[in-house]
């Protein structure tokens, strides 16, 4: 998360829930990034409606293995619309991190990338380092998108290693809503606050 | 100006600018009018829960979004809603099928039409259902409604309402 941070830029950015998100808080402490706590799977829907909606603003999605598991499909939408402002990132540990580090389905057995490629998306890599990571990032963040990079981690022990951000619910829809009026001068909410 | 065209020419009265939707037999041909306006963009998706994310994330774009589906595709994301939007409280605005209703008799259809409302009332979604044509006007207030409401919101369209296009 810290290399992503670094590479970062004006990036907006949205969370699936689980431990990349609260790492992606511990790391950041942004409030122009939005932590999903439910919609497992959604993430890169939402992502991709945001990244529509905002198209001169880079928008990134910080998945998860187990959330693309649950919404493959959301691959397939995202070529369909070949956003260039959107790059999705995969944690890909093999688990599910934040219940217990229990075995994600077909552990070691499917390739992430091979199917954002057979979705459609023509700029799908496997990144395995940290090293590697900052080496690419610069690349990753000129290219126009889609473009997505699946990023194998190993899985932590210790699975609440780092707590979720401190705000959660409606908050966080006005914390993000607010945020992003703010940075790119748009009207998320009405002139009565809704 | 069919049915359809009064729907879609009210949603663009509302602000609508994006729509994403998965096909049913009764409001495809408003989702084609959609699909062929270049003041919306349109978004085809894989499953209907996707159309409801979609609208949420164009929602912090600033942007007035609407999820079309048919019923069935509504039974199927009633969680992300509420983990989603009931959690956040945001609003995303459905146009849904009414099917399921006492004139469609298909029989994949007759589940839908019996414990749908019951559903959404558990969830506490509100929800419109629109058989009249005059009825149509309402949408620009529904939609300002719905935003107001914080939560998803479906307005059903029946069979008698679109008719022949049904």
């Known amino acids: 998360m810290k290399v992503l941070a670094k590479h970062r830029g004006d990036a907006v950015v949205v969370c699936a829930l689980g431990m990349a998100a609260n790492e992606w808080w511990a790391v950041t402490r942004s409030e122009d990034s939005f932590y999903m706590h439910g919609g497992m799977g959604f993430a890169a829907s939402f992502a991709l409606g945001l990244a529509l909606s905002i198209p001169r603003t880079p928008v990134w999605v910080l998945n998860s293995d187990g959330s693309l598991c649950m919404n493959t499909g959301c691959l397939i939408t995202e070529a369909g619309q070949q956003p260039k402002n959107l790059k999705h990132f995969v944690v890909d540990n093999q688990c599910y991190q934040t219940v217990e580090t229990m075995p994600i389905v077909n552990q070691g057995g499917a390739d992430y990338t091979a199917i954002a490629r057979g979705a459609g998306i023509q700029q799908a890599i496997t990144v395995d380092g940290l090293a590697d990571l900052d080496r690419l990032m610069p690349e990753i963040v000129a290219a126009q998108g889609p473009y997505f990079v699946r990023l194998r981690v190993e899985a932590e022990p210790d699975y609440q290693r780092a707590p979720p951000a401190n705000y959660e619910g409606p908050e966080m829809k006005y914390r993000f809503g607010r945020a992003l009026e703010k940075k790119l001068g748009i009207r998320v909410f009405g002139p009565r606050g809704f | ?166």
């Not at chain 2, 929800?127 to 307005?155: C, G, S, T």
Request: proline residues 4%; hydrophobic residues 40%.
């Open chain 2, 1 to 166: 100006m069919d049915v359809n065209d009064k729907i879609h020419a009210q949603l663009v009265k509302a602000g609508v600018r994006l729509a994403a939707s998965l096909p049913d037999d009764w409001v495809n041909t408003l989702i084609r009018r959609i699909s062929r306006d270049n003041q919306i963009h349109h978004v085809p998706v894989c499953r209907e829960a996707e159309t409801i994310a979609i609208c949420a994330g164009a929602f912090f774009g600033g942007v007035r979004a609407v999820a079309i589906f048919g019923n069935t595709g509504l039974l199927t994301c009633t969680g992300e809603m509420a983990t989603l939007c009931l959690r956040h409280a945001i609003p995303v605005f459905c146009i849904v099928s009414g099917r399921g209703s006492i004139d469609d008799h298909k029989v994949y259809q007759e589940v839908q039409g019996r414990r749908t409302i019951p559903l959404l009332q558990a969830y506490d979604y509100p929800f419109r259902i629109i058989d009249k044509e005059e009825e149509i006007e309402d949408i620009p207030n529904a939609y300002e409604w719905h935003r107001l409401q914080k939560r998803p919101f479906v307005l059903f369209l029946t069979k008698k309402l679109l008719g022949t296009a049904a």
